[in-house]
């Protein structure tokens, strides 16, 4: 049997794969188990351009620069009465290659990441089971594991992370999740094959169009091979369980007959997938990490999905766990101090976000900011781009709250645009 590793992480998405790479990167052994063979199916294929720096480390923008993904240069928000804002064009802020990133498939780009790890000198194991994370006392020590045949084993290690999305066994185990008061919403999506698209550098925009009445959104996702990626959120009790007995096919097109601009989209294309739905439950833990353990991507939090957020806290939050692993392997310290001492700032970032998905869903208008405020539109681009680690966006927030006591000129200037 080979040798205990030093780090065993849980789970093979974007974020255990980053911090699995990133370890062994500095020379620790890492071993990380996944249930399921990759590729496998996964929504979220929009990323944001801070995800840039993260690959930059993981030395997997070679690969992406390589690969068939859409280039997104671009976000933009149609109002409930169909009007289109002007583009948040990413580069215009921050004319760096940065500034481009991609619409990807994500069982595509999962895999892509999960071998990236591999070439890195994880030893990624797939098609195994964690059964359970083991701990003396409060101190996690490694997990029981089940292998395809039914073989059980126990793997010790000094930090197990746990990357296991939504499941999340540690934040389970220790009554770690809580649950946003305020962001209960849930989703239903499929994919259309040749819908509508916009060309040149808007052919790979995120366009985001609000349902009439204001009572959800509809994502609109270009991908490759000429498919388009559209889903609606909103209130779960308003998407679901006011319409008994309706199938997802129902509730979908019930809400496209509330959203014009999408309904017009899609009636150039054909549906190329089944529908989809999903509890799109914003919580977090109330820790990101334990003596010999830490929480990663969807394991430690998980936000509403509007600004594509997603990949990019997932990866975020395998950088920093990674780097206080590190540093707590190389100086013997594997504590609940050392390896917190990234939440706080992970925590602002992921407030940051959420308060301006608040604001959306309470009706800000960006059109509206920028018309009052054209000097700050750089700041809203900010955190569009996901450059939400960094206190100089906070000038947004009293902003919009000075907003919301100006009367709108007319009830349109106050629609989101």
């Given at each position: 049997m080979?040798?205990?590793p030093?780090?065993?992480?849980?789970?093979?998405?974007?974020g255990?794969?980053?911090?699995?790479?990133?370890?062994?990167?500095q020379?620790?052994?890492?071993?990380?188990?996944?249930?399921?063979?990759?590729?496998?199916?996964?929504?979220?294929e929009s990323?944001?351009p801070?995800?840039?720096?993260?690959l930059?480390?993981?030395n997997?923008?070679p690969?992406?620069?390589?690969?068939?993904?859409?280039?997104k240069?671009s976000?933009?928000?149609v109002?409930?009465?169909?009007?289109?804002s002007?583009?948040?064009?990413?580069?215009?802020h921050k004319?760096?290659?940065?500034?481009?990133?991609w619409q990807?498939?994500?069982?595509?780009?999962?895999?892509?990441?999960?071998q990236?790890a591999?070439?890195?000198?994880v030893?990624v194991q797939e098609?195994?089971?964690?059964?359970?994370?083991?701990?003396?006392g409060s101190?996690?020590t490694g997990?029981r594991?089940?292998?395809?045949?039914?073989?059980?084993e126990?793997v010790?290690?000094?930090?197990?992370?746990d990357?296991?999305?939504?499941s999340?066994?540690i934040?389970?185990r220790?009554?770690?999740?809580?649950?946003d008061p305020e962001?209960?919403?849930?989703?239903?999506?499929t994919?259309w094959e040749g819908?509508?698209?916009?060309?040149?550098?808007d052919?790979?925009?995120?366009?985001?169009?609000?349902?009439?009445?204001?009572q959800?959104?509809?994502?609109?996702i270009?991908?490759h091979d000429n498919?388009?990626?559209v889903?609606?959120?909103?209130?779960?009790?308003y998407?679901?369980k006011n319409?008994p007995?309706k199938?997802?096919?129902?509730?979908?097109?019930?809400?496209v007959?509330?959203c014009?601009?999408v309904?017009?989209?899609?009636a150039?294309?054909?549906r190329?997938?089944q529908?989809?739905?999903?509890?799109?439950y914003s919580?977090?833990a109330?820790?990101a990490?334990?003596d010999?353990?830490v929480?990663?991507?969807d394991?430690l939090?998980?936000?509403?999905p509007?600004?594509?957020?997603?990949?990019?806290?997932a990866?975020k939050s395998?950088q920093?766990?990674?780097?206080?692993i590190?540093e707590g392997?190389?100086?013997?310290?594997?504590s609940s101090q050392?390896l917190?001492?990234?939440?706080?700032?992970?925590f602002?970032?992921?407030d940051?976000?959420?308060?301006l998905?608040?604001e959306?869903?309470e009706g800000?208008?960006?059109?509206r900011?920028?018309k009052?405020?054209?000097?700050?539109?750089?700041?809203?681009?900010d955190?569009?781009?996901?450059?939400?680690?960094?206190d100089h966006?906070?000038?947004v927030?009293?902003?919009?709250?000075s907003?919301?006591?100006?009367?709108a000129?007319?009830?349109?200037a106050?629609?989101v645009e």
């Amino acid at each position: 049997m080979p040798q205990n590793p030093r780090v065993i992480v849980i789970g093979g998405g974007p974020g255990g794969s980053t911090v699995s790479t990133l370890i062994a990167q500095q020379g620790y052994s890492v071993r990380l188990f996944e249930r399921e063979h990759f590729p496998r199916f996964h929504i979220g294929e929009s990323l944001i351009p801070e995800t840039y720096w993260i690959l930059e480390r993981l030395n997997m923008l070679p690969k992406m620069k390589g690969s068939h993904y859409v280039k997104k240069y671009s976000v933009q928000f149609v109002s409930q009465s169909g009007r289109l804002s002007e583009p948040f064009y990413f580069v215009d802020h921050k004319p760096h290659e940065c500034s481009q990133t991609w619409q990807v498939r994500r069982s595509e780009f999962d895999h892509l990441m999960l071998q990236n790890a591999r070439e890195h000198g994880v030893d990624v194991q797939e098609g195994v089971r964690v059964l359970e994370v083991l701990f003396d006392g409060s101190r996690a020590t490694g997990v029981r594991i089940q292998r395809e045949d039914g073989k059980e084993e126990t793997v010790q290690a000094d930090v197990v992370v746990d990357a296991s999305g939504q499941s999340s066994m540690i934040q389970s185990r220790l009554n770690l999740r809580e649950w946003d008061p305020e962001l209960k919403k849930a989703a239903c999506w499929t994919y259309w094959e040749g819908a509508y698209r916009d060309t040149e550098r808007d052919e790979g925009a995120t366009i985001v169009l609000q349902v009439q009445g204001k009572q959800g959104w509809f994502w609109y996702i270009p991908l490759h091979d000429n498919i388009v990626s559209v889903g609606v959120v909103a209130g779960y009790e308003y998407l679901f369980k006011n319409r008994p007995g309706k199938d997802f096919e129902s509730v979908y097109f019930e809400e496209v007959e509330r959203c014009p601009a999408v309904k017009q989209r899609i009636a150039l294309g054909k549906r190329c997938s089944q529908f989809f739905a999903a509890k799109e439950y914003s919580y977090r833990a109330k820790q990101a990490a334990g003596d010999g353990w830490v929480l990663v991507g969807d394991a430690l939090g998980f936000l509403d999905p509007l600004y594509s957020s997603g990949v990019l806290l997932a990866l975020k939050s395998g950088q920093l766990a990674a780097d206080a692993i590190c540093e707590g392997l190389a100086k013997g310290d594997t504590s609940s101090q050392q390896l917190r001492n990234w939440e706080e700032l992970f925590f602002r970032g992921m407030d940051r976000m959420r308060r301006l998905v608040i604001e959306f869903y309470e009706g800000f208008s960006f059109g509206r900011f920028v018309k009052h405020y054209p000097q700050h539109k750089g700041l809203l681009t900010d955190l569009l781009i996901g450059d939400l680690f960094d206190d100089h966006v906070d000038i947004v927030f009293p902003l919009i709250d000075s907003l919301k006591q100006t009367p709108a000129e007319t009830p349109q200037a106050a629609a989101v645009e």
